[in-house]
């Protein structure tokens, strides 16, 4: 998807509002339509920021009036965005050697489109208490590192059942060839069969065991990230007082 | 009888995570940036002070980790600027 589809996409908001030069509704699904002024976006950007010259209040004062002044806006934010998306694709692309550079960059640029997407719709969520161009770049970046690790996964297989527990846990990163990493491992095994639910066991011995981003295993189990996040949470809570029962102290927990 | 060592106490916080309170994934995108602005200007313990939950998400959580440790590397790059 370009650039100039996005655009056009964002133009034909259905409440018709983007053929005005009125500020424009942009999130109707918050229930928010923006009223901001000058004035009052420069306020909160310069209360929050310090900065009197911080640009937040036009970046968004630009990008939600219609006229060629968004346009602009819109050009100049996607060169700040795809800036970004490459600082991460090069960061990451460092990490899985088999990522080439034309992947790299096509990955970069359906990063920034994607994040101008975002940010499009969610700019009434701006609320200020950064500099604009930190809060689009999260979106940018976020979007980069994602792409970037669903891409180098694609394709390889995902340790998500209970049967790969004990094949895998023998290769997972924790052991190393000492006796008492083995017997720990053991411990941690036995735990993870006895008090995880499937779908907690899965989890656990991809994000935790296997270190397989926890993004990719969403998209295995086609959840969200927030999910699987939160069914890892709850399976460490299940292991943290069940290997506290054996005698294996965490730290946090000594006193 | 597994002896508890130090080390082996660190391997096992990786594995069951922080034990306080953490944010959600999505609160933790929310608050990332200003968060990192905070801790660029040099007042981390203040977003930290704000929010805790916040730096335990991102102990607990890799790919959060990631994307905090990115956006720091790129706002300290000075690349943010428009140009």
Known sequence: MTLATDVDVWREDPTGAAASTEPLALSASAGFAWGVTRRSSRAIGDAVTGDPGAPSDDWVYRLSHAGPDRDAAIAALHALLLRAARFEVNRRGAVFPNLHGADLDDLACQSADDAMMSILRRLADFRGESRFTTWACKFALVEAGAKVRRHAWRGREIPLTAESLSADADNAPLPDAHAEAQMLLIAVREEVKQHLTARQRAVFVAVALNDVPIDVVADRLNTTRGAVYKTLHDARRKLRVALNARGLAIEGERA | ?83
């Open chain 2, 1 to 83: 009888m597994i002896q508890d060592t130090p080390d082996q106490s660190g391997r096992l916080e990786r594995l069951v995570g922080p034990a306080d309170q953490e944010l959600s994934c999505e609160e933790c995108f929310d608050f990332l940036d200003a968060y990192v602005e905070l801790e660029v200007t040099g007042t981390a313990p203040s977003a930290d002070a704000r929010s805790p939950k916040m730096r335990a998400h991102l102990e607990g959580c890799s790919a959060c980790r990631d994307d905090h440790d990115s956006l720091l590397a790129f706002v300290r790059s000075g690349r943010t600027d428009p140009g």
